[in-house]
Nanobody, 125 residues
Framework: VQLQASGGGLVQAGGSLRLSCAAS????????MGWFRQAPGKEREFVAA????????YIADSVKGRFTISRDNAKNTLYLQMNSLKPEDTAVYYC???????????????????WGQGTLVTVSS
């Protein structure tokens, strides 16, 4: 599985961005996926996850109510809609896939098999 994240950039606090993650190499609709982020000097943290069908999602408390994860299996693409961005959302965002699970892969990065290269989101105050 190859994952290519895109959509990051510089945005002012209160603004919005939509990240995309294009997948290839395996039937996209057959596995769970997630988004993680890593801010400078901090550990990687879970942001959101979604099951194979898109019918169930999991959102970290730190972004709940502001971020939405979704997927379009016909387009082999995972999305992260980020609204009301805050400076503390500044990080490199990674998409990840757990090809061994159709449902919730987990809160920890080691539970995912494949990773995208990351896309930088910078939120200015």
């Amino acid at each position: 599985v190859q994952l290519q994240a895109s959509g990051g950039g510089l945005v002012q606090a209160g603004g919005s961005l939509r990240l995309s993650c294009a997948a290839s190499g395996r039937t996209f609709g057959g596995y769970a996926m997630g988004w993680f982020r890593q801010a400078p000097g901090k550990e990687r943290e879970f942001v959101a996850a979604i099951i194979w069908s898109g019918g169930v999602t999991y959102i970290a408390d730190s972004v709940k109510g502001r971020f939405t994860i979704s997927r379009d299996n016909a387009k082999n693409t995972l999305y992260l809609q980020m609204n009301s961005l805050k400076p503390e959302d500044t990080a490199v965002y990674y998409c990840a896939a757990d090809i061994g699970s159709r449902y919730f892969a987990g809160w920890e990065g080691h539970e995912y098999d494949y990773w995208g290269q990351g896309t930088l989101v910078t939120v200015s105050s």
